[in-house]
């Protein structure tokens, strides 16, 4: 029973032992409430985030990613969110060339202090992944879309009219 | 050769600071700075405009930038800091889309940004440059001794203005010693005079205006620099209140910084207006040059 | 003395304290050349120049390490030995580069579709010449002259480096650059066209066709791993071996992701797909992004370490967004 | 595996919202699990009992505990598990009360989410390994960086302990910030009567080695192992023969440099001893200023030398000093008072920062003790003191209180009544921050016993007028524009990281934040730990501090550097990345990357290959990401191992 149908979507979080995780403990402690929604997944650090780690994730059916990690500057490790910072925003402008809404990953810092602004980044996170709804799946593409691609017809305007 | 600017006078610049005016374009053309009129300008607003409806304020001003958009040039340039003002709150406002959808409504055309509202002062700083304005000089103004009054929103608030110190702006002191004035340090240049004051409180502009004069009186200016039409007023116009509330007896003249250019840069007296000023600077200037002009003749 | 065999006497004087040089021969039919490794002078006299050099010899490096090779280069493949030198993947001295101007190299499948449409097969080619500016080809008894500038990849009509930039013994005089291309290449163009959902809907049909034969990473030069990719590991266990557009997508991702602030777009990934599955137009993708958000570009500068190696404490175009 | 699960209730703090029954139940059916059930505090005696015998008894070869947060109890069921024989590491915690039971009162969905993170644990521990520690030696001498009050306490500390001290001082003598003082607050005793005997130690101290006028230039090495390279700045002076006399000073005809020691408010010789009583006392040479070296003649300090010690030609030297811990107390920089325009500091003479004043008022100041404003000479007697200037003021980017300025200001509007009886202090204050022992007291003194008014509002402007300065400010509880005429304005200019702090903090390879004051490891329980192992904080480096803070700082790092130091052999965190030598290629992505510089290369069989050096290793992973064919791998969270995760998560 992974997601509660109809009311939940499947959100994974990757978040930085030292600040994101730590923060989400402080909203958690001061009883912020959040959408039931979000899966963390302990890292070390941001830089540990394998930027295909969140491509998987949305292939394989996800419907949203939200990284989280040190402010640049205050890295544990000194140095791990500056080289997140650069693959983490690759990443999130290449998404679109797959056919996946660029709007599914976000990724933002929060220190372990900042347990309101946890609070604030999931919700408004998780009201993002809402408006956009479920995601479409790659092996779940209309078969009158496969044919477009078979016939070349894609980018015609034609599927932007009908959507 | 520098861009041409489109040239915005402000209300002022046609009734009660025409000498400002006049003596920023004849200024200007001497320096090479091609100021172009805006046809079918109109009123930025004022204070009143704001006070009331920031939509219809930044409407006014938008409705002037259009129209400098659509002469195909980047760049306006006003001498009146609060027309300053007004000009780019609107273009801060109107970088909300909420607000640019409201205010183009009211607008014939469509305003879409992109038309950056400057100083006149700051136009010669940067787009003429001081050292070109040095070698444009003609009679220096050696031996006169000159506060430089910026007046309290030529530069403020900063992360609007985006010029200058805001707490001591130089760039005036720099025009003038590069006329060769002696530029006296003037610890009130951004101080209020007290503004449209003038007219419900003069008692508060007789306080305000006295202590610049006092301290101008202070440090030893022979005349005050200004670069606002309104403080230009009080210092000038009202000088005579301010002697009367507090009994003093100041005579200082208060020229326009483009006017005190203009002798410098030999532009002709009648496109100067001195004539205009309530105290007229002329013999003071004349004094402070003859005397320095002697005492170079005599070493 | 022409420039070729200018070349192939500079080749001879540096082959004895050389394994060998890497270069091209003809191939099994006149269109395809094929590449050489030169070893003795009798190899060298074999050696090719012009439009059918289409291999980047530079996907050999890797395999002599510890080794000192020469390689022949056109200016896009002499990007390529530059980002192994940056990536610490060769060693500058162990690499021998020989240089000469290019002026393009053909696509095969665009001469292929001009052979078809002249109704003849490409397996029929019994002749091909070229004098700089066109290209003809004799198959089937009939031959078809086809300009250069409409056959030739993509990357030539608008290569900025025609010459090596960067080579030990370079023959004749470096030429000028094309001009840089003002819009997005034809099939990046037709991918920006297209609305996010079509996006995956061209991928998941192109990736059903994809036969999972590894032809791209195998041709890319900057593929080291080899043996070890983790497309094919279990440990780490990136993908598993079903045949699914899904997972097959995924290493595309992978491919693409991994040459990130790498790719110098030599295109051998897409010239070698047997099922011409358009996959350079992901990386042309990333590194347009590469270039908007750091401005840089992959194997100029030996020097330079590249993009997501390094750091700046504030990124110029990288903006954080708010909440 | 043999997974044991257990759900902890918290008392009502989980269960209240998570069914916990129902989360025991779902995990049974996940792989590998053989037990699970819900535990009403698992961290207590009973709980911890109750999963060791589980383990016993269920012959349990991995256990995951649903609980709090794991950065609060992970070390604690670690342990027991170990105690019941498992490796620690074979242990996996799901958060279910700060990210579930905490955050949403929505049972069911808590519930099922609750079962979500149970079984991504599972997952990620069924790919668990055992990981034990490696031990190593440890080189049992100390490094202190930066010679202030700070520093100079962590110094004396660790070598009466018994450790040998290297202490780095960037001036050429040690007292730092401290050594400027006048008097100090709220005992009103003098600040070089208790920090000189302390300097004196430091020189005669048989354990400490002091470098003076040097600073570190590079630091190699990781805890127990350091090396540290540091730069001996050319004195010009052999101080192995300079006895400190002071004839240099005396006849060196360069007189009128500013004197950095005098904060620029006095004149000094180009060769110089910056106070009497420094440490070492030894003369160091401007050659900006020097005659010598400006003018290329001159050599009469070289001439009136008794002892010959004078060296022209001398050129900086760098010393190798090899330390297992390093102690950085960098102390602090004052706030540039010339950014507020508007108080005219650095245009208007008479318009001082604090420490200036407190060199107007020390004896052995410029002025002899005796305030004499700077522009005239002239006895002020009206004073204004201006608090928070470069603190608490976002506009500056300087939002942070600087601690300290409240109480140095009432000291200095009690020691201006004291120098001028008939002198009036006015002191602008934001607020008064006075929490400290006998502090609050002293500030009340300062008002009621030394008559020194206190306005609460901000200063708007300042400027001269008739040889006085114009203070205009508001009074916001009489809600009026006051202004006061002054003979003198004192800014209390704020605390700033050191010049320099992010370029050392760079090569000790730990964090600082956006000002540039040094990260410490916790803000709460690890003060002085950083997260580099072996390197310690003390003192204003890591934020403003007084002296009594700064001071028991100091101990307190020594306290850390001698507790590392009681042990022998140092056992490294075993969650630290592997190289998979096969898959290795040597291309060096993760030695460039790496920000501890803990992966080496080597050659192996002919062949380049990446090697973690276990002992710097701090295991951030970055190096895993970085590898583009997974030849390095982080222990516990490897690609697998997020892998698992990922895909049991998207499994539908």
Request: with cysteine.
């Amino acid at each position: 029973m992974p997601v509660l149908t109809g009311k939940e979507l499947r959100i994974v979080g990757f978040l930085c032992n030292w600040c994101s995780y730590g923060g989400a403990d402080t909203a958690g402690v001061g009883r912020f409430g959040q959408p039931t929604d979000l899966r963390i997944i302990r890292v070390p650090c941001s830089g540990r985030i394998d930027p295909l780690f969140i491509a998987k994730t949305l292939i394989n059916g996800a419907d949203g990613v939200l990284v989280s990690g040190c402010h640049p500057r205050d890295c544990h490790y000194a140095e791990g969110n500056f080289y997140a910072r650069r693959r983490l925003e690759v990443l999130k402008r290449f998404l679109p060339i797959l056919g996946i809404d660029p709007g599914r990953f976000d990724y933002t810092w929060v220190s372990a202090s900042e347990g309101q602004r946890w609070q604030k980044v999931v919700t408004v996170f998780t009201e993002q992944i809402h408006a956009l709804g479920p995601a479409p799946r790659f092996d779940a593409v209309s078969a009158d879309m496969l044919a477009k691609a078979a016939a070349g017809a894609l980018g015609q305007g034609g599927n932007r009219v009908a959507a | 050769m520098s861009e041409a600017i489109a040239y915005y006078p402000g209300c002022s610049g046609l009734g009660t600071s025409k000498e400002y005016d006049a003596s920023t374009r004849a200024v200007c053309r001497t320096l090479g700075l091609d100021l172009v009129d805006i046809p079918d300008w109109s009123c930025c607003g004022s204070t009143p405009a704001h006070t009331k409806d920031h939509v219809l304020s930044a409407a006014l001003s938008a409705r002037n930038l259009q129209l400098v958009s659509g002469m195909g040039i980047a760049s306006a340039a006003t001498p009146c800091p609060s027309c300053l003002t007004n000009l780019r709150t609107a273009n801060h406002r109107m970088e909300a889309p909420a607000m640019a959808e409201k205010v183009n409504k009211l607008l014939d055309a469509p305003y879409a940004g992109g038309v950056e509202a400057i100083s006149v002062l700051q136009a010669l700083v940067e787009k003429v440059g001081l050292d070109e304005i040095k070698a444009a000089v003609r009679t220096p103004l050696t031996g006169l001794k000159v506060a430089c009054y910026y007046g309290c929103i030529m530069n403020r608030p900063p992360e609007l203005m985006a010029f200058d110190d805001c707490e001591n702006p130089m760039a005036m002191d720099n025009v003038l010693s590069a006329m060769g004035a002696t530029v006296v340090p003037f610890p009130l240049k951004v101080e209020c005079c007290g503004a449209s004051y003038g007219i419900p409180r003069q008692d508060i502009v007789a306080r305000l205006t006295g202590k610049l004069l006092d301290v101008a009186k202070s440090v030893g200016a022979d005349m005050v620099a200004v670069a606002c039409p309104l403080c230009q007023m009080n210092l000038d116009l009202r000088q005579g209140q301010v002697n009367r509330a507090l009994g003093t007896n100041f005579r200082i003249p208060v020229p326009y910084f483009t006017q005190l250019m203009g002798v410098a840069l030999n532009v002709a007296d009648e496109e100067l207006g001195f004539g205009q000023l309530c105290i007229d600077p002329r013999p003071v200037l004349n004094k402070a040059l003859s005397g320095a002009d002697a005492q170079a003749k005599g070493a | 003395m022409s420039r070729l065999e200018e070349l192939k006497t500079r080749i001879k004087e540096a082959l004895p304290g050389l394994e060998c040089v890497i270069g091209w021969q003809k191939g099994y039919d006149p269109l395809h050349n094929t590449p050489l490794f030169m070893r003795t002078d009798a190899d060298v006299d074999k050696l090719e120049w012009g439009p059918l050099n289409v291999h980047n010899p530079a996907v050999y490096l890797p395999t002599f390490t510890g080794k000192k090779v020469g390689v022949v280069v056109k200016g896009c493949d002499s990007r390529s030995v530059v980002e192994l030198l940056q990536e610490n993947l060769i060693n500058r001295d162990n690499v021998v580069i020989f240089g000469m101007p290019c002026t393009g190299v053909i696509d095969l499948s665009k001469v292929k579709a001009r052979l078809a449409g002249a109704g003849v097969s490409a397996g029929t080619v019994t002749a091909v010449t070229d004098d700089g500016k066109t290209v003809s080809v004799t198959a089937g008894g009939q031959t078809t002259a086809m300009p250069l500038a409409e056959v030739r990849a993509d990357k030539c009509g608008r290569c900025q480096f025609p010459n090596a930039v960067l080579a030990d013994a370079y023959v004749g005089d470096p030429i000028a650059p094309a001009a840089p291309a003002a819009a997005a290449d034809a099939d990046l163009a037709a991918l920006d066209a297209m609305s996010v959902p079509e996006r995956m809907a061209f991928w998941r049909y192109h990736m059903e066709r994809c036969i999972r034969c590894y032809a791209c990473r195998n041709a890319c030069p900057m593929c080291v791993c080899r043996d070890h990719c983790i497309a094919q590991s279990r440990e780490p266990h990136w993908l598993t071996q079903d045949d699914t557009a899904t997972e097959k997508l995924m290493f595309q991702v992978v491919h693409a992701l991994h040459l990130a602030g790498r790719c110098t777009e030599c295109g051998e990934c897409q010239r070698a797909c047997p099922m011409d599955i358009p996959v350079l137009a992901l990386k042309k993708h990333l590194n347009r992004t590469i270039r908007d958000l750091f401005d840089y570009q992959a194997g100029v500068d030996p020097q330079a370490i590249p993009p997501l190696l390094q750091f700046k404490l504030e990124e110029d175009n990288i903006k954080e967004r708010s909440w | 595996m043999r997974i044991g699960v257990f759900i902890c209730h918290c008392g009502s703090n989980i269960e209240g919202t998570v069914d916990t029954a129902t989360v025991a139940k779902a995990s049974l059916d996940f792989p590998e699990v053989v037990y699970a059930t819900d535990t009403m505090y698992a961290c207590s005696e009973p709980g911890q009992d109750g999963i060791i015998q589980a383990i016993k008894d269920k012959n349990l070869t991995g256990v995951v505990v649903a609980s709090c947060t794991p950065r609060m109890h992970e070390p604690t069921f670690r342990r027991a598990v170990e105690r019941a024989g498992l490796n620690r590491y074979m242990f996996e915690m799901a958060n279910i009360r700060e990210h579930v039971s905490w955050i949403g009162k929505d049972r069911e969905a808590n519930t099922n989410k609750s079962v979500d993170l149970v079984r991504i644990a599972i997952e990620k521990l069924r790919r668990d390994a055992p990981l034990s520690p490696s031990k190593f030696s440890i080189n049992k001498r100390v490094m202190v960086i930066g010679g202030g009050v700070a520093g100079i306490q962590a110094a004396l500390d660790c070598a009466d302990g018994g450790l040998q001290v290297v202490l780095v001082e960037r001036e050429s003598s040690i007292g730092g910030k401290m050594a400027k003082l006048d008097k100090t607050f709220p005992t009103v005793d003098c600040s070089s009567c208790i920090l000189g005997p302390k300097m004196v130690d430091v020189a005669q101290h048989e354990n400490i080695t002091l470098h003076a006028y040097s600073e570190v230039d590079a630091i190699g090495g990781y805890v127990g192992n350091f090396q540290v390279q540091v730069k001996k700045k050319a004195t010009y002076v052999d101080w192995t023969l300079c006895t400190g006399c002071g004839a240099c000073m005396e006849k060196c005809p360069s007189k009128k440099n500013p004197d950095r020691f005098n904060e620029k408010i006095g004149p000094c010789t180009s060769i110089n001893i910056p106070f009497p009583q420094a440490i070492p006392k030894k003369a160091v040479i401007d050659p900006t200023t020097c005659r010598q070296f400006v003018k290329g003649k001159c050599g009469v300090c070289a001439k009136v030398c008794p002892t010959g010690a004078i060296k022209y030609d001398m050129a900086d030297e760098i010393v190798t000093e090899d330390v297992g811990a390093i102690v950085a107390a960098t102390g602090y920089d004052l706030f540039d008072i010339s950014k507020v325009t508007e108080y005219g500091g650095g245009r208007y003479p008479d318009v001082i920062t604090g420490l200036q004043y407190e060199r107007l008022l020390s004896a052995s100041g410029p002025t002899g003790g005796h305030i004499k404003r700077p522009s005239d000479g002239k006895e002020p007697k009206n004073v204004v003191f201006i608090q928070c200037v470069g603190s608490r003021d976002k506009s500056l980017d300087r939002p942070y209180c600087s601690g300290f300025c409240c109480m140095y200001t009432a000291k200095q509007a009690i020691l201006t009544k004291d120098h001028i009886p008939d002198s009036q202090s006015y002191v602008f204050y934001m607020d008064i921050r006075s929490p400290g022992k006998m502090y609050d007291e002293f500030t009340r003194r300062a008002m009621e016993e030394y008559g020194a008014r206190y306005i609460r509002g901000r200063v708007a402007m300042v400027y001269p007028k008739d040889g006085k300065m114009i203070v205009r400010g508001a009074d916001t509880l009489a809600g009026t524009q006051v202004e006061v005429e002054a003979d003198l304005v004192v800014l209390a200019a704020g605390a700033e990281a050191a010049v320099g702090a992010p370029k050392l903090a760079e090569k000790l390879r730990i964090s600082y934040d956006k000002y540039g004051f040094f990260m410490e490891s916790h803000p709460k329980l690890k003060p002085v730990e950083t997260n580099t192992a072996g390197v310690y904080l003390a003192g204003s480096c890591q934020g403003p501090k007084d002296i009594p803070q700064s001071v028991g700082q100091g101990s307190a790092a020594a306290a850390k550097v001698l507790a590392l130091f009681s042990k022998d052999m140092l056992e490294s965190d075993p969650q630290i990345s592997r190289v998979d030598i096969k898959r290795c290629v040597g291309c060096g992505k993760c030695i460039i990357t790496c920000p501890f510089k803990a992966i080496k290369e080597v050659e192996f069989r002919g062949q380049k290959k990446a090697e973690v050096i276990e002992t710097v290793c701090q295991g951030c992973g970055l190096c895993t990401s970085t590898c583009p064919q997974g030849a390095i791998q982080l222990s516990h969270f490897t690609d697998n191992q997020i892998l698992a995760e990922v895909n049991a998560l998207c499994q539908s």
